[in-house]
């Protein structure tokens, strides 16, 4: 692996309008991460935590309030127009949903042509060729070309969407959630796929994704997202077998194994009271943390290095109990 | 003691002169105090089966034969006002999305009160009672301050939480829920989970729990049919599910999820697509995606046997010890 | 090794699937060929009509149906048949045309106003808001009053007018495309947004601006006859059914078949073309063609 970061973001903070519009919310919250040609980079949280917009902010599709994202040694909030049009080409995005991710009025063949001709600068004419070549690879029939994609399955939409970002020449590919929709079988279909054609591609990927488990098998690095804020990154082996911080802790063990040797027992919790305002400083997780104390009220923990390239934004990151 | 004895259900829909059959012949018996599992993708039928069962469904277009006894009662074929009497009483249910089984324009007490009211003709104030002492069983705080909320007002698992009170406030015998964690965060799924097997001990009640996720079958569920194509292709108690499996079906959906604590290889993905449920299946309908299949499988009809103690399966190269999974 | 062919299988495009929808109507179907039979006689009316509309058979004045005249004349004897044929050609010209004039301003109005969005949206749609407001009426008849009483302006009077809903339905249709993932997607390939909107916008809000259409057709020509029964609209010695319909009921108790052949028409007309926009509503409902 190179070890040229092909994507440094760095303090980049998307904000929103509070309901009450006159605050303004932070889903990301002053973020830093690079990620490595070729190597894949699990985001991994909760719903709210921030994760897809940061996603859409990479892609440049949210507008970042602060921040700079550098792409092939390019600030990408720093350029515009035509130049920041080619530029954005090679950053590709699968969605979530395969329902509308295509457009329901053009068939297989003018999305693949499409991304062919402008981002390719492909001639029209070869177009069908490169669209059938790419369906195979995606593991699709080219006979099929010319339909539409309500008369596809789920599974298979997505594997048009994964062509289509690969018609598209990219060297970064942002995968955001691409198999929560779909059932376990045809998700492991999937992310098997997702698996051959970044080995074949040299493919670098950023995996966002709620699923722990997925997250694992995909990433070779992981960052944990809370409210907006990384809360821990590392290697996958290391933040899954040592994880650091009291969250990621909690998520881990949150998540039914299929081992009938781990029952779920009865348990009474009170619900976390929804999170009061979150600008009063200090760290995030205070109020869900099993082992605040007093610091972590006025101050913000920032991420530091607790081993090896393994990072953690908790003041008591030492004393967490590893799992048995 | 079996407090529910389903038999033979089949369900059909007619649709534009074709006929699906989302349901064949589907048996099973739930036992007092016991939490089911029932497992499968989409289309495996599982959330038509309990719709069947509960007479959810118009008929026509849907047409259901079987049977299901609750005590004395079939509750496939009673009148509506049998089966209204159960519902909501007896036997209740919890879906996946709260937001869509509350009205957006009731207050929550007010729509706690609803069961309590109708099928036990409670005064007003008992039954204001009762629901708030079920809200801080379901751990929702404040009870009394945020029943008089609206839906919109509360967060996805407090809902979820509000809506497994609303079922609970008949301390039913069954509860059906029906994928009620799949929409939640883990951290919040893991909460209900404990909560649901906390009530269920307090209420001796059986709870049918459908799920595609095996992870939540393995820790929760006391025994599990897996279905597939609208039949049960394997049923046994959890433990046995997973260590002894006794179809490949099964083997292969524990094998086509990424595991958190075992570094797997390759994920192994189960090749081609679930049968087109339009057309008769001879035999095994798992066969044509089945790598264990032979000549056989499909050739002959459809076997079904004892593997153990409560341990069916149909998978006929397993029960003739053919292939050991 | 011979590769697979591609062109051989065609795909159920969503405008094949609601083609079929709509054939399959009945009461759809029968409106569009009502609709047509009309709007081709009307067309034709210089091959079809018996008799020409100037043709004045003063002797006759105004008799019932029968021999020569199919639905009987008028006070200066002129055949009413082809009176209501000659007339259809006004009537049915303004429908299209003031429709057409409402959908191109609609259309670009709304489509600016929901891909622009912000402050630009709130701006457009105020304006919308405040022109509902006007009062109608007063605005055409102070137009006639004022300009000369041309077809032309009345044409563009009317669209005026009805172009507001269908700035509102585009507009409310293209902010929830926006949204959409494939939009996103298009954005992401670096297309432009001309380029998006073209490609993947309007052919997306096509149905709805269909159907709309189709239904404001009904809503002009009613329009059309009520001016003309005011005598603001059409002027003699065109004809148009509005104009019918007002002589008819000025003379509806001697000569009842002077308003009751016009009005039947009329309604027919407005009843198919209602039909038809059902059938086309019904026909492009997405949710029918989810799988």
């Keep these: 692996m190179n070890r040229k970061p092909l994507l440094q973001v760095e303090n980049l903070t998307v904000s929103f309008p509070a309901r009450d519009s006159r605050t303004r919310m932070k889903a990301v919250n002053d973020v830093s991460f690079e990620i490595y040609e070729g190597e894949t980079l699990g985001l991994v949280g909760e719903s709210g935590c921030g994760k897809t917009t940061l996603g859409r902010a990479v892609s440049l599709l949210q507008r970042a309030e602060s921040g700079r994202i550098h792409f092939n040694g390019r600030d990408l909030l720093q350029t515009g127009g035509s130049e920041l049009r080619k530029v954005r080409r090679q950053i590709q995005m699968i969605f979530q949903s395969p329902f509308s991710s295509l457009d329901p009025r053009m068939s297989v063949l003018d999305t693949l042509s499409e991304a062919l001709i402008y981002c390719k600068g492909i001639p029209a004419k070869r177009c069908i060729d490169e669209s059938s070549e790419l369906m195979r690879q995606v593991g699709l029939d080219p006979s099929v070309i010319r339909k539409f994609p309500h008369e596809f399955s789920g599974g298979q939409r997505q594997r048009i969407a994964i062509a289509r970002a690969l018609a598209a020449g990219p060297s970064l590919v942002i995968a955001d959630e691409p198999v929560s929709s779909l059932d376990v079988s045809v998700s492991a279909q999937i992310l098997s796929l997702l698996r051959q054609l970044r080995a074949k591609m040299t493919l670098t990927m950023l995996f966002i994704s709620h699923d722990l488990s997925i997250v694992k098998y995909m990433s070779h690095r992981t960052a944990v997202m809370f409210k907006g804020v990384i809360v821990e990154t590392g290697a996958t082996e290391d933040l899954f077998n040592k994880p650091s911080h009291p969250y990621t802790k909690m998520l881990l063990d949150a998540i039914p194994v299929p081992d009938p040797s781990r029952k779920i027992l009865p348990g009474h919790s009170v619900p976390e009271r929804l999170s009061p305002d979150i600008s009063s400083g200090g760290c995030f997780f205070r109020h869900r943390c099993p082992i605040s104390y007093e610091r972590c009220a006025y101050e913000t923990p920032a991420l530091g290095p607790v081993g090896g390239n393994h990072y953690c934004a908790c003041f008591r990151a030492a004393s967490i109990e590893q799992p048995a | ?325 | 090794m011979k590769k697979p062919e591609p062109d051989n299988i065609a795909g159920n495009s969503l405008w094949k699937d609601a083609t079929r929808r709509f054939t399959a109507n009945r009461l759809a179907m029968a409106g569009l060929i009502i609709l047509s039979v009309l709007v081709i006689l009307c067309i034709l009316a210089p091959l079809v009509a018996p008799w020409s509309v100037d043709v004045q058979n003063l002797s006759l004045g105004a008799s019932a149906p029968g021999p020569g005249h199919l639905l009987g004349t008028d006070i200066l004897g002129r055949d009413l048949f082809s009176r209501i044929l000659y007339g259809g050609q006004i009537s049915f010209a303004v429908g299209l045309c003031a429709t057409l004039v409402s959908v191109l301003i609609g259309v670009s109005w709304g489509a600016v106003a929901g891909w622009a969005g912000g402050r630009t949206d709130a701006v457009m749609m105020r304006i919308v808001d405040m022109a509902y407001a006007f009062p109608f009426t007063i605005f055409v008849i102070i137009l006639m009053v004022f300009f000369e009483r041309s077809l032309l302006l009345l044409f563009a009077a009317i669209g005026a007018v009805e172009w507001l809903t269908m700035a509102r339905i585009v507009r409310g249709q293209v902010m929830s495309l926006k949204s959409r993932e494939f939009i996103d997607a298009a954005k992401g390939l670096g297309l432009s947004n001309t380029r998006i909107i073209i490609r993947h916008v309007l052919p997306n809000i096509a149905g709805p601006v269909i159907v709309y259409a189709t239904l404001t057709v009904p809503a002009v020509m009613l329009l059309e006859a009520f001016l003309s029964f005011l005598g603001l609209g059409v002027q003699p010695p065109a004809s148009s059914w509005g104009i019918l319909i007002r002589e008819g009921a000025e003379a509806m108790e001697e000569y009842p078949w002077l308003l009751i052949f016009p009005g039947t028409v009329l309604s027919i007309t407005l009843f198919s073309l209602n039909f038809v926009g059902d059938g086309l509503r019904d026909a492009f409902d997405p949710r029918s063609s989810k799988e």
Excluded at chain 2, 4 to 22: E, H, P, Q, Y
Excluded at chain 2, 76 to 81: A, G, M, Q, R
């Design chain 2, 1 to 325: 003691m079996v407090i529910l004895d389903v038999r033979n259900i089949s369900t059909t829909f007619k649709l534009r002169g074709t006929t699906l059959r989302a349901v064949n012949d589907v048996s099973f018996g739930l036992q007092k105090g016991e939490t089911l599992g029932i497992v499968g993708e989409s289309g495996s039928g599982k959330t038509v089966l309990c719709h069947s069962i509960m007479q959810l469904l118009p008929r026509p277009p849907a047409d259901i034969s079987g049977s299901a006894l609750f005590g004395l009662q079939d509750l496939v074929s009673c009148s509506s006002k049998d089966i209204r009497n159960i519902r909501g009483n007896r036997i209740s249910m919890v879906f996946q999305d709260p937001q869509a089984a509350f009205n957006p324009y009731l207050r929550i007490c007010d729509q706690l009160i609803e069961p309590l009211l109708y099928h036990r003709r409670l005064s007003r104030r008992t039954a204001m009672d009762k629901v708030l002492s079920i809200l801080e069983e379901t751990g929702i705080p404040d009870p009394a301050r945020r029943c008089r909320c609206y839906p919109h007002e509360f967060s996805g698992g407090m809902l979820q939480r509000a809506m497994i009170a609303m079922a609970l406030i008949t301390h039913p015998e069954i509860l059906i829920a029906d994928e009620p964690t799949t929409a939640l965060d883990v951290t919040i799924q893991m909460q209900i989970l404990q909560l649901l097997k906390s009530l269920q001990r307090q209420l001796s009640m059986s709870v049918i729990f459908i799920t595609h996720n095996l992870g939540i079958v393995a820790g929760f569920c006391d025994r599990v049919l897996v279905m597939y194509a609208g039949q049960i292709l394997e049923s046994a108690s959890g433990d046995d599910l997973f260590l002894h499996t006794a179809h490949p079906y099964t083997k292969a959906l524990i094998r086509s999820v990424p595991s958190l604590h075992v570094n797997s290889g390759e994920l192994y993905s189960i090749e081609g697509k679930p049968p087109d449920l339009t057309k008769e299946i001879k035999g095994c309908p798992f066969a044509p995606r089945c790598t264990y299949a032979q000549g056989e499988c499909t050739e002959e009809d459809a076997a079904a046997g004892l593997v153990g103690v409560s341990h069916f399966t149909s998978c006929r190269r397993v029960l003739k010890g053919e292939i050991s999974l």
